[in-house]
């Protein structure tokens, strides 16, 4: 027979690991916010980033397409939250380099925290991994939201610096403009369009080569193609090489390695057209940044292995759709020829998605990103 105090230890031992289970354990506080079960992996991530895309830019190119909008598709939604380290309200520097390294730092900051130290960002983290890689965007590939994902600058005006980050990267294929801080550069003499080729690169540029969409990519090369010497035109002046360059790039890292790939495609301009106060602008951006959304989510369904994750890095404009407004005709007010503070729609679809519901800051999305692709393990 055991003893009386003998009984009173055996519960006391039950109370204990009762309380102990019911105590959150570091890997309780590791799941994502906003989803408790188990998350699949993907093989692919593609990153989708409309600049200055906020709810109301969203609302107001669905009501100038009949009501409807690509964004229907999605069933994993959330919202995070934007400001900076050093702002309410944030830039793309500090909001890109938040997706990109996950860390709050100062506006202006391109891939550095905000002691103004480097920090690794997913590119590099998925290069480290053997994965493949990629940057699209519709403005110079050395501007802040693609710069914030392969350069190291205290300050985004240092575009000549960022380009250094492409010769320090073993990026599979970048696609935009600003082939001027590569080839005629104010920093130094350097030629990088050579020093590229001379590591192996296929470069290639759309006045000698023509359209994106026709470009013979050499097999076992790593690409680059300039679409502009600085910044490129807006798509309403006939700038239209994002879905073709959407589809090249993904139709080459699908077999570029067997450890999958990450890129990231911006639709840059939608944020040009906010600090323009031009609605029409905003909205034919954004309904080419729709288009863009569609091929990856095409690539995605047809490969069955690819996280899609489509996010802006803030609002720009305080854009509003207007009483007086009508169907394919509305009337837009903006508040402001900078950005605002609004919390920003994540969508999400493929494997590991449902990690991106909830509210969180910026930052998560690339906790959630490196989680969902276990880099850095
Ligand atoms: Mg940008
Ligand atoms: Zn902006």
Redesign the pocket.
């Known amino acids: 027979m055991p003893s009386d105090k003998h009984i009173i230890g055996i519960l006391f031992a039950v109370l204990m690991v009762v309380i102990s289970s019911c105590t959150p354990t570091q890997q309780a506080a590791a799941v994502p916010v906003g989803y408790t079960g188990e998350l699949a992996h993907p093989k692919n991530v593609i990153l989708l980033?409309g600049?200055?895309m906020g709810l109301p830019q969203i609302t107001g190119a669905m009501y100038m397409n009949d009501n409807k909008t690509i964004f229907e598709q999605f069933k994993n939604i959330g919202f995070h939250k934007t400001q900076s380290a050093d702002n309410l309200v944030t830039d793309?520097a500090a909001g890109?380099t938040a997706f990109a390294s996950g860390v709050k730092t100062y506006n202006g900051a391109v891939g550095v925290n905000a002691k103004k130290e480097p920090v690794p960002t997913l590119l590099e983290l998925a290069e480290e991994k053997h994965m493949a890689t990629g940057l699209v965007?519709t403005?110079s590939i050395t501007?802040?939201?693609?710069g914030a994902f392969i350069g190291h600058v205290a300050s985004r005006q240092d575009m000549d610096g960022i380009a250094l980050g492409f010769i320090d990267s073993d990026i599979d294929i970048f696609i935009g403009g600003g082939m001027d801080y590569f080839a005629r550069r104010k920093a130094d003499d350097r030629d990088l369009v050579a020093e590229l080729k001379a590591k192996g690169y296929q470069i290639s540029n759309f006045f000698d080569d023509g359209d994106i969409g026709r470009l013979n990519i050499k097999s076992g090369h790593n690409i680059g193609y300039f679409t502009a010497n600085a910044e490129p035109l807006p798509y309403s002046e006939g700038r239209d090489y994002l879905v073709p360059a959407t589809k090249k790039a993904l139709s080459f890292l699908d077999k570029r390695s067997e450890n999958g790939f990450f890129i990231m495609i911006?639709g840059?301009q939608i944020?040009w057209g906010g600090h323009a106060n031009d609605a029409n602008y905003v909205v034919t951006e954004l309904h080419e940044f729709e288009k863009v959304i569609a091929a990856a989510l095409d690539y995605a369904a047809k490969d069955g292995n690819t996280l899609v994750i489509v996010t802006a890095?803030h609002e720009t404009g305080g854009f509003a759709v207007q009483p007086g407004s009508k169907l394919n005709d509305i009337q837009v007010a903006f508040t402001t020829k900078s950005h605002t503070a609004l919390m920003i729609p994540v969508f999400a679809m493929g494997p590991g998605a449902e990690a991106f519901r909830g509210i969180y800051e910026n930052t998560a999305i690339f906790d959630k990103i490196k989680a969902a692709l276990k880099l850095g393990e």
């Open positions: 980033i600049d200055g793309s890109a965007a403005s501007h802040a939201t693609p911006e840059s944020d890095d």
